[in-house]
């Protein structure tokens, strides 16, 4: 499941998220929500423990993957052929 799908089932603000998983801001946790930034392990860990497992290494792992093809399509030259 997507961070945002989870946050949105659980009715949580971004304000809400960023406290649960002990970042400084809602626009920081918002930052991983879109996949903007890549998450580190350590808060992978915090994500997939504190929603039960809802949302896994690899549902952020897609995120950040589907973020950088729309906004860095040149990482993924091989996308355009």
């Known amino acids: ?3 945002t799908q989870w946050r949105l089932t659980q009715i949580k603000t971004l304000t809400e998220c960023a406290a649960l998983f002990g970042l400084a801001s809602a626009r920081t946790y918002q930052r991983y929500e ?3 930034t890549r998450a580190d392990a350590d ?3 915090v994500i997939a ?3 039960d497992g809802q949302v896994t290494a690899t549902d ?3 995120t950040r993957l589907d ?3 729309v ?3 040149e ?3 091989e996308a355009a052929e």
């Open 1 to 3: 499941m997507k961070l």
């Open 71 to 73: 906004n860095r399509p």
């Open 43 to 45: 808060l992978v860990e």
């Open 34 to 36: 879109t996949g903007e």
């Open 60 to 62: 952020m792992h897609d």
């Open 49 to 51: 423990r504190r929603t």
């Open 67 to 69: 973020w950088l093809k």
């Open 75 to 77: 990482k993924f030259p």
